[in-house]
DNA sequence: CATAATTGGTATATTATTGGATCAATTACT
DNA sequence: AGTAATTGATCCAATAATATACCAATTATG
């Protein structure tokens, strides 16, 4: 019968509160003395245990600082679509966007066309400003995606879209996004809002497909540099 | 032993505030100054603690005018899925499944194709065994999927298609899921895996197109019964 | 439109806390 | 009994927090 805690022990229990999200990733720890106390044990002992913890990657330990949560017990959802690579990105738009334009071509309303239509003019706007282009682009198919009506099919959208705003692809893409290049994307969204309104659901999917091929090809372009 | 708030601790407060939706998207945060008093602590711990937020990209920081949160708490991903009706989760999939064949056809090995060869002859002895179909069949698009190799499609399909197992249309698709349907459904299978084996991806694409509104059909069919 | 107030940005010297290291005494387990 | 771990104490160096003052950009005010 062990009476006394000894290093291991501190460690697991560690250990279990930063699994179980009590400490959370970039959180700090109290300091050696305030665990010492805390868990009824001496300095040594809870050093060891961090220790430990270090060697298995859940703790950073910094000199005159703290020790600090360095794991986190995953999220399954997000951590798929953030580690999703661009090309793998744009593959889930091939697939999902085209028959997207199907869907708002059945379901979508007048109001939003307008919506479209503005989110047009702006970026017609922005061939200089790749920035606010980009941002304006966003809008424009989440926006689209919303005309469909499908709950599901825009959570997906906007999960997929809003990666590329935190991404090394943005750099990446904004390399390429030169007025020409704008000039063309904005040409491809005029198609493909014109052939929804005229209710070519086809029509509308295959500009869609011409767009992400664009877009595709000036993402490899730009990886190949 | 006083626990010293170190620029850590402040930045998990306020991360742990906008994370449990106390402080939203585009909300500005108090004064540094202000920050500084609330949370009795030196000004300089309060930009380290924000600094430290900015990185990870919980706030942006506008000089002269103030500290704004720029991010938002994911809506859980589960719900989105769950509360999708029949009819949202097929569109959806009419928007992926066929461009999943494509890339089938492009990325596919040997072994995927036995894999499916051999849920395809489970399959056709299920024939009288609707239960048993069922789970094959998701098993059968599952693996599709996954031998395209795209992370994010995998992850995707799996969550829309494991939405069946335990939804009311599981009861409805069971009430015309009979020996003719099944043959039907065995015998599109088939023609989706042939195409991809010889390399056609758009008949490929359009088989599953087939298959898919079959689906729909038999759904819609039962709905109005 | 001009001015004042407020905001973040920066610098610096001082002070307190933290982890790093060591060692002799004590306790637990084989 | 013998071995290994824990304990409790002390000193050190690294780091961060504090307090203060001033600058620059933005915003509100009259």
Redesign the pocket.
């Known amino acids: 019968?062990?009476?006394?805690?000894?290093?291991?022990?501190?460690a697991t229990m560690i250990r279990r509160e930063i699994t179980k999200g009590t400490r959370e990733l970039h959180e700090?720890?109290?300091?050696?003395?305030?665990?010492?106390e805390h868990y009824?044990?001496?300095?040594?002992?809870?050093?060891?245990a961090?220790?430990q913890l270090m060697r298995d990657g859940f703790v950073a330990?910094?000199?005159?600082?703290?020790?600090y949560v360095t794991y986190q017990p995953q999220a399954p959802s997000e951590n798929v679509i953030e580690a999703a690579n661009p090309l793998e990105l744009i593959d889930a738009r091939f697939a999902l966007e085209p028959h997207i334009c199907r869907l708002a071509v059945l379901h979508g309303r007048r109001t939003d066309f307008d919506t479209l239509e503005s989110l047009c003019i702006q970026m017609e706007n922005c061939v200089d400003d790749a920035a606010a282009f980009s941002e304006a682009d966003t809008a424009f198919h989440k926006i689209l995606a919303e005309t469909t009506g499908n709950t599901l099919l825009i959570w997906i959208i906007n999960r997929v879209t809003s990666v590329r705003s935190q991404d090394e692809w943005t750099r990446m893409r904004h390399l390429t996004l030169d007025q020409r290049m704008i000039t063309t994307y904005n040409a491809q969204h005029r198609q493909i809002l014109n052939a929804i309104r005229t209710r070519e659901p086809e029509r509308a999917a295959n500009m869609m497909k011409d767009h992400l091929e664009a877009a595709r090809l000036s993402l490899t372009r730009a990886a190949e540099t």
């Open positions: 019968m062990t009476l006394r805690k000894g290093a291991a022990d501190i700090r720890l109290p300091s050696e003395r305030a665990l010492a009824d044990v001496a300095r040594g002992t809870i050093r060891e961090l220790s330990v910094r000199p005159g600082s703290g020790t």
